[in-house]
């Protein structure tokens, strides 16, 4: 069948895509070949209602919750990682669960994303053709529709192979407040589980490691978690995954947002044997390297038992504990209590440590 000639139902059925094994300049250039890698590749993987009305925007309805002072939240995000497929994920799952993630950590519950993409020439259309499965899955995993999209190609060397800029909307409750600024002294700090996983599951892709391990990325979408929290309690002052940077970025993010002091204590920190074996074999601080799929909340001391239970009560959130509280001083300083009982001030990454982890 030729382009010009409708099939059975009176459509148009592009021919078979090209260069099947590769992606060419000419499929970023708007016209046939573009046509149909987003008919061929694209829309198998991603179809939904709103993506079927093939148009440049998707238009949907809004619940009617936001009359009653609910409030939108939306957010972006790039994904630049090497490689691209990494032990327990890839850049598809990362991309999607990198911002429902982005979205639950202001409470709000995830709706609808965007994806835009760079592919290189010469990728593997097998290859996209998986990240894109992967996509579907998280999306369902998190319980939301990817409604747009849209595909640009570039010469062979100038992107790495793929990468994916998301966007995304969610609807946050009336009575939910939650910001890195709203920290309170006699907050609890609650972590939902081990840390690390992701940066050295990426850094083992790489073949950096030098020896093989069981590490995956913890990469997950933690909206199921956030709602089981706000279900407990809605005295959550702060929530944050803490990614580039790790934990201890994300606390001094916070300590300074909120100008108050922050205390942890080392021996409640949960880090994988492995995860701490690699740390220490090249010399990294877990609480620097980054996570995926875990999260840090700041919850009054009075609703923080009814949230660590809640949070046991799920499969990502089995392992929360509680790692240290909020002070009023000294402001914007996070202090550990070390294994040895002296305590150190615990400061924000400083570089790069581990390069294109997301």
């Given at each position: 069948m030729t382009e010009d000639q409708p099939s059975v139902q009176g459509a148009v059925c592009p021919p078979p895509l090209?260069?099947?094994?590769?992606?060419?300049?000419?499929?970023?250039?708007?016209?046939k070949?573009?046509?149909?890698?987003?008919?061929?590749?694209?829309?198998?993987?991603?179809?939904?209602?709103?993506?079927d009305m093939r148009d440049d925007s998707a238009v949907f309805q809004i619940p009617m919750m936001i009359a009653d002072g609910a409030r939108l939240a939306l957010s972006t995000d790039s994904h630049v990682v090497s490689p691209l497929f990494f032990p327990g994920g890839d850049i598809g799952r990362l991309a999607v669960c990198g911002t429902v993630n982005d979205l639950s950590m202001v409470g709000a519950s995830p709706l609808y994303l965007t994806a835009g993409f760079i592919l290189e020439e010469?990728?593997?259309?097998?290859?996209?053709?998986?990240?894109l499965q992967s996509m579907k899955h998280a999306a369902e995993e998190a319980g939301i529709f990817i409604v747009a999209g849209d595909t640009k190609v570039v010469q062979k060397g100038k992107a790495d192979g793929l990468y994916i800029n998301t966007a995304g909307v969610g609807l946050v409750d009336p009575l939910v407040n939650i910001?890195?600024?709203?920290?309170?002294?006699?907050?609890?700090?609650?972590?939902?589980?081990?840390?690390?996983?992701?940066?050295?599951?990426?850094?083992?892709?790489?073949?950096?490691?030098?020896?093989e391990s069981q590490i995956e990325s913890d990469v997950a979408p933690l909206n199921h978690l956030t709602h089981g929290m706000l279900e407990a309690s809605k005295e959550i002052h702060v929530l944050r995954d803490p990614t580039r940077g790790g934990l201890a970025t994300t606390l001094n993010e916070i300590a300074s947002q909120s100008q108050v002091g922050i205390?942890?204590?080392?021996?409640?920190?949960?880090?994988?044997?492995?995860?701490?074996?690699?740390?220490?074999?090249?010399?990294?601080?877990?609480?620097?390297?980054?996570?995926?799929?875990?999260?840090?909340?700041?919850?009054?001391?009075?609703?923080a038992s009814k949230v660590i239970e809640a949070m046991k009560h799920t499969e990502i959130g089995k392992d929360s504990v509680a790692i240290g509280r909020v002070v009023s001083t000294p402001p914007g300083i996070v202090l550990m209590k070390t294994q040895i009982g002296s305590t150190r001030i615990l400061d924000s990454l400083s570089g790069e440590m581990l390069p294109r982890i997301c």
């Open positions: 090209p260069h099947r094994d590769r992606i060419v300049l000419g499929h970023g250039s708007g016209g070949l573009s046509r149909r890698l987003i008919e061929q590749v694209f829309m198998p993987a991603l179809r939904n209602p709103f993506l010469g990728l593997s259309v097998a290859d996209l053709e998986r990240i910001s890195g600024a709203n920290a309170k002294p006699g907050d609890i700090i609650i972590l939902s589980g081990s840390i690390g996983d992701h940066g050295i599951a990426v850094l083992q892709a790489r073949g950096e490691l030098g020896f205390i942890i204590e080392e021996t409640l920190l949960p880090v994988n044997p492995a995860v701490a074996s690699a740390c220490e074999m090249l010399g990294f601080d877990p609480l620097n390297v980054a996570n995926e799929g875990k999260l840090v909340a700041f919850v009054s001391e009075s609703s």
